[in-house]
């Protein structure tokens, strides 16, 4: 999966979204990646080179590193027919769908997003693409009864926490009904959360 550091040309702010570029040399990756071996965190490895990373009300919400691609990966490879996304971010997971929406692979896409500044840093850089954006909570929306997609997934979450689990098993209760028969719904990082919560 590309990053998408080349769609931010330079540090974005708008109310509480800002989107600042920042750059990873082969010295910092070096000392990162020695630190996740020495804590044991395989996968959470770094490159050097440009990237960009989204703050929202001062708090850190993602990037597109290495690490973001890698547990976005599995998204991007089911997705097909009509998809439904919780949560904008950068726009690193919906940019990475352009060939499976060239081909015809994935229909439509409807993301729905908290903070309307986001919506707008983000979603014209999107604009290209055949997605509804909603400025919505995720966690109180109530879709109607005729809202149903083949993809589901949510990536709502700034860390990497086991206590988000709760609000996974929340979202996928609730929205299991709106997937279509074989479709596919998951979150970002569920199945690591749940290693994770078994230990």
Known sequence: MEGVAELYKQNEQQG???????TISNQE????????LLNGCLGMNVSPGEYVKLYVNGQLYMSDTDM??????????????DVMVAG??????????????DSGDVRSITVYEKYQ????????KLSDLPIKIVCADILEYRPPKDEHYDTIYFDIWPDINTKNLKEIYTLHRRWI???????WINSWMEEHLQYMNRR
């Open 16 to 22: 509480l979204c800002r989107i600042e570029r920042f």
């Open 29 to 36: 990756a070096e000392a990162y990646n020695f630190g996740n």
């Open 68 to 81: 973001e691609r890698s547990s976005n990966q599995s998204f991007v490879q089911h997705a097909y027919g």
């Open 88 to 101: 904008l971010g950068i726009g690193l997971i919906l940019n990475a769908l352009r060939e499976k929406i």
């Open 117 to 124: 500044d986001v919506i707008d840093v983000v979603g014209p």
């Open 177 to 183: 009904h709106r997937l279509n028969p074989g479709g």
